[in-house]
T-cell receptor, first 113, second 112 residues
Framework: NAGVTQTPKFQVLKTGQSMTLQCAQD?????MSWYRQDPGMGLRLIHY???????DQGEVPNGYNVSRSTTEDFPLRLLSAAPSQTSVYFC????????????FGQGTRLTVV | QQPVQSPQAVILREGEDAVINCSSS?????VHWYRQKHGEAPVFLMI?????EQKGHDKISASFNEKKQQSSLYLTASQLSYSGTYFC?????????????FGKGTKLSVKP
């Protein structure tokens, strides 16, 4: 089982560039979410989705867009990269929100110079 | 609002016990615990649900005080493999529709 797959694993961007972080899951999970992890800050929720066609903002949504056209995929778009977006990004999925385990992808390490 | 974890860091010798605490200001539906090793993704340990149900790791125990919105993770007879950063994630009834909000983590180091 592939589980949750994130691509790329590493990325370096220049300030102002845009890019899309990919996330795909093969477990038919309804709930998907994006987190960023910075030293000493834990995992902070960026955006989440409770099903295809439904997305909403988390704790730190500014500078990021998401869409959910299929159950499997939940891409995260950086519109105009800034050095403050240098972080490790994790995608997670679960079959429901409160009572089930969240499965995490292996992360994307993004550096904005 | 992120739940508050304590302590921020703890160092143990193999075989010693530790308790990690997680506290929220919101009414919670569930508390989740994850462990993350350096350079890896967080890995599920346990879920504690309102009403007393628990799901998770056989060798790790935890408690959830619903009235106080607090949870504690109990690591007994620690092993070297327990080293890592522990995160609690809380699901509340608010705007995130139950999606997990994580604390800042507790770094656990187990020495031989």
């Amino acid at each position: 089982n592939a589980g949750v797959t994130q691509t790329p694993k590493f990325q370096v961007l220049k300030t102002g560039q845009s890019m899309t972080l990919q996330c795909a899951q093969d477990m038919n999970h309804e709930y998907m979410s994006w987190y960023r992890q910075d030293p000493g800050m834990g995992l902070r929720l960026i955006h989440y989705s409770v099903g295809a066609g439904i997305t909403d903002q988390g704790e730190v949504p500014n500078g990021y867009n998401v869409s959910r056209s299929t159950t499997e995929d939940f891409p995260l778009r950086l519109l105009s990269a800034a050095p403050s977006q240098t972080s490790v990004y994790f995608c997670a999925s679960s079959s429901s929100s409160q009572g089930t385990e969240a499965f995490f992808g292996q992360g994307t390490r993004l550096t904005v110079v | 609002q992120q739940p508050v974890q304590s302590p921020q860091a703890v160092i143990l010798r193999e075989g010693e016990d530790a308790v990690i605490n997680c506290s929220s200001s919101k009414a919670l539906y569930s508390v989740h615990w994850y462990r993350q090793k350096h350079g890896e993704a967080p890995v599920f340990l346990m879920i504690l649900l309102k009403g007393g149900e628990q799901k998770g790791h056989d060798k790790i125990s935890a408690s959830f005080n619903e009235k106080k919105q607090q949870s504690s993770l109990y690591l007994t007879a620690s092993q070297l493999s327990y080293s890592g950063t522990y995160f609690c994630g809380t699901a509340d009834y608010g705007g995130s529709q139950g999606n997990l909000i994580f604390g800042k983590g507790t770094k656990l180091s187990v020495k031989p």
